[in-house]
């Protein structure tokens, strides 16, 4: 942008502010913070007359009020070489300097986190076979995955500052989009801020058998309360166990098949088990999930040997499906996780209870439950998209909700 441009730029954000345009604010402080105001030749007097504008435009909320003590600052710095310095305006921008200050400082002290001196905070241990993919890989993996998909643009992220004055109907106008689902502070830490369960390679849960992944494929009957596991060979289907030949079309309604790719994370690591040797690589993780696969009902439940050890006395574990996996044609079964479940085996609670870090802990496994949405005959996730989430919640005898009509009685 050169000096002429630069003018007449100015020129038309101030008629733009004049008219309580809704696109001033975003544009103007883009302005601001994208181009030398010095360098476009613009004097004090424009500069200051520009930012002053910006101020009173900015919404009346606490957390924009570290945007509008900038501009503040900035504009004492110009006041003294304009022509609209005199004592009175030279002592409001003061007081208004040091009111916003004082303001800044009580949301900031109302927002930061507190912790009690004697307050430890949640313990989870986690064993899984794919520790690093898991704990690691993964979680980094859904930041960058949510990030991605609802970052806010320049444009938004400056529109957030702004209530802006009448609205018009603009859709179309980028400057003013600041209804960004990434832009409320909830609907991502449920997102970016959550454990995630995913895996490294895609999956294809469909009703019919074709085009299915390279790395395998399951075939089960499901309906509701009832599921079997399925094997097919000599273009018939026979128990996946024991090789019974049974009476089912291929086209029959209750029929899923499942598919795996191979693995696609590049930095996926995993030790090969002595029987699958002879498999690549990138095919063992998945053969060894699809062995595990199960079915529950219409659900899919894929185990992914995730064991967590939680205090069930302070915490209780949610577990559902991730916040977007019905954009793929899935549903997501949910759980709570209260205690070690009540259906193992007495090894499994006599492993519990011996080593010292165990004493006072439950444990239990998440698995990842997965149906076909309503009206939906294929579904496909790619790699390293989250499919289950994990909530750590506080036990219901930790908690009430109270009237506050009530506390001061």
């Not at 038309?12 to 604010?25: D, K, M, N, Q």
């Amino acid at each position: 942008m050169n000096n002429e441009e630069g003018r007449a730029y100015l020129n038309y954000l101030l008629t733009l502010s004049i008219r309580r345009e809704e696109a001033f604010g975003p544009m103007a402080l883009t302005f601001l913070k994208e181009q030398d105001l010095d360098a476009l030749q613009l004097i004090p007097d424009e500069q200051f007359s520009l930012i002053m504008a910006v101020v009173m435009a900015i919404a009346p909320e606490p957390k924009r009020y570290g945007i509008k003590l900038e501009l503040l600052q900035r504009a004492q710095t110009l006041l003294s070489s304009t022509r609209y310095s005199n004592p009175q305006l030279v002592r409001q921008l003061d007081h208004d300097i040091k009111k916003t200050e004082a303001e800044l400082q009580i949301y900031n002290a109302a927002m930061k986190p507190s912790r009690r001196a004697d307050q430890e905070g949640n313990r989870f241990v986690v064993q899984t076979d794919v520790p690093d993919y898991f704990l690691n890989i993964a979680q980094k993996r859904a930041s960058e995955y949510y990030q991605k998909k609802f970052g806010l643009t320049k444009e938004s992220k400056a529109a957030q500052s702004f209530s802006g004055g009448p609205r018009k109907f603009e859709p179309e106008n980028a400057t003013v989009h600041r209804e960004m689902p990434g832009a409320c502070a909830p609907f991502m830490n449920s997102r970016i801020n959550a454990f995630h369960l995913m895996m490294p390679f895609d999956l294809k849960i469909s009703k019919k058998p074709d085009e299915p992944l390279d790395g395998g494929m399951r075939a089960f009957y499901t309906k509701f309360g009832y599921s079997y596991p399925l094997a097919y060979e000599m273009d018939r289907f026979c128990g996946y166990n024991d090789g019974e030949v049974l009476d089912i079309e291929m086209g029959d309604p209750h029929l899923l098949f499942v598919s795996f790719s191979r693995v696609k994370e590049r930095e996926f690591q995993f030790e090969t088990p002595p029987d699958k040797k002879s498999i690549p690589f990138e095919y063992v993780y998945p053969a060894i999930v699809l062995e595990r696969l199960g079915t529950l009902g219409t659900y899919v439940q894929m185990v992914s040997n995730f064991k967590i050890w939680f205090d069930a006395s302070k915490t209780n574990i949610l577990i559902t499906g991730a916040p977007d996996l019905y954009e793929y044609g899935l549903q997501g079964g949910a759980g709570l996780m209260t205690r070690t479940h009540a259906s193992d085996k007495v090894e499994a609670y006599a492993e519990s209870i011996k080593e010292s870090w165990q004493e006072g802990l439950s444990y239990n496994f998440v698995n990842i439950h997965l149906m076909l949405s309503p009206e939906i005959n294929t579904a496909i996730v790619p790699y390293n998209t989250p499919l289950f989430t994990v909530y750590p919640v506080l036990i219901r005898q930790n908690f009430k909700f109270e009237d506050i009509r009530k506390i001061n009685l």
